[in-house]
């Protein structure tokens, strides 16, 4: 017995027992490694998704588009998504205004009583009436606003102790001119009178209701913002220094999924060498689908195909993209409809009352009808306070009512 190496056959047998845990530790190192591996390409996935989104025409095409006003302070001016070229000459005579009055009675506050008084307004031949719910002057503007007739209401402070009523229309323009029955009171003043916008645009006199208009040039919001004194010139011009931009990031992003991928599905007999995703088959499908889309090429707006060529996009030898900025610019130049026709899908809306803002490359192409049953509102504070709490409370609390 002497001669037998009990500590060899001990070390062994121990051996043995440690080699499913030995094999768990493997797994779950060889597992951490694929969550990480996965981890990566997702964020390489996401960042490809992000440059291919910036270049969706209708949601960046104003970011294509280089605009500018000589003067911004009086013209503001910004790209709709058409991509055009243009330059103009503005003149405003004088811009839209919402009509205003204010009723000539004077308040000690915002809660003194209004004595019985009734607010008769006529909104484009519609009557309408109004009595304080609380007897203030401060409830009578309240049951202005409550009723959402397109006419808000206000208690001003203008001078010490003294508080009148304003009534404002909340949109600009001559249709948003009321009449406001004087029964009752000492009289009113219009402050403001409602009227449209006069400008010029190189030479022609248009008229407007609002100071944003989108509809006198192809593809530019204008923004009216005072009297001009002369010319103010607004141009707009294809920024093809932003298209060449983001269609290279777009490679990049690209190529820097390809270059993960490949990374983390090497296969070498090494076991340094080998990537954590060397199996999967998952992750080199995902490099495929990359490259096929040099391959097949981008379906356009209009359901044509543009080959990637056209673009300045190739597939090299092994297997990656490459961007000739040149061919890009090329392509720019002699046939630019081609580029933005391949860039995304667009969209446009028949009604100014809805405006498409961002298409997704996920659209689908076709109509939709939509029906806008009531549009959202924004809460605003009337500016007078609610009625006094009762006998022995000391909180006073505030009311908003919605435009």
């Known amino acids: 017995m002497s001669n037998i190496d009990t500590k060899s056959i001990v070390s062994s047998l121990m051996a043995l027992e440690r080699r499913p845990q030995d094999q768990l530790r493997s797994r779950i190192s060889d597992l951490q490694r694929a969550q990480t591996a996965w981890s990566q390409i997702g964020d390489k996935l996401t960042a490809l998704k992000t440059a291919s989104e910036a270049l969706a025409p209708t949601g960046s095409a104003s970011k294509l588009i280089s605009v500018s006003s000589d003067d911004s302070a ?34 000690a506050s915002t809660s003194a009583a209004d004595g019985g008084r009734t607010l008769a307004l006529t ?82 006199t248009l008229t407007r209701s609002s100071n944003t208009v989108s509809d006198a040039l192809d593809g530019l919001e204008l923004t009216l913002k005072g009297r001009t004194s002369g010319q103010v010139t607004v141009s707009a011009s294809r920024d093809d220094d932003a298209v060449v931009s983001k269609v290279k990031a ?30 999967d088959n998952t992750a080199r499908r995902a490099a495929d689908l990359v490259r096929s889309f040099v391959a097949k090429g981008v379906t356009g707006a209009d359901g044509s195909t543009v080959a990637t060529s056209k ?34 899908r667009g969209g446009t809306s028949s009604k100014d009352g809805l405006k498409v803002t961002n298409v997704t490359s996920a659209a689908v192409e076709g109509p939709r009808t939509v029906t806008i049953t009531r549009a959202a509102t924004q809460a605003f504070m009337v500016g007078v306070p609610s009625p006094p709490p009762p006998a022995g409370g000391t909180t006073r609390s505030w009311r908003t009512a919605a435009w």
Do not use: C
Request: proline content about 1%; glycine content about 12%.
């Open 311 to 344: 673009l300045g996009i190739s597939l090299t030898r092994d297997g990656t993209l490459s961007f000739d900025e040149s061919a890009l610019r090329d392509t720019l130049t002699n046939a630019p409809a081609t580029v933005f026709n391949a860039l995304g």
């Open 250 to 279: 777009l490679v990049d992003a690209a190529n820097s999924v390809l270059s993960t991928v490949s990374s983390q599905t090497a296969a070498s007999a090494s076991a340094g060498a080998r990537g954590a995703l060397s199996t």
């Open 123 to 204: 909104i484009g031949g519609t009557p309408h009436s109004f009595t304080s719910d609380d007897g203030t002057i401060g409830g009578l503007a309240r049951a202005v606003n409550t009723a959402g007739i397109g006419v808000t209401a206000r208690v001003l402070q203008t001078g010490t102790g003294s508080y009148q009523l304003a009534l404002s229309a909340t949109k600009t323009g001559a249709a948003s001119v009321f009449s406001v029955s004087n029964a009752g009171w000492a009289g009113s003043t219009v402050a403001r009178a409602g009227t449209d916008a006069q400008f010029k645009v190189d030479g022609v």
């Open 74 to 107: 009086l013209v503001g001016v910004r790209s709709t998504g058409a991509v055009t070229t243009t330059s103009a000459a503005i003149e405003i005579d004088h811009i839209a205004a919402a009509h205003s009055v204010v009723m000539t009675d004077t308040f």
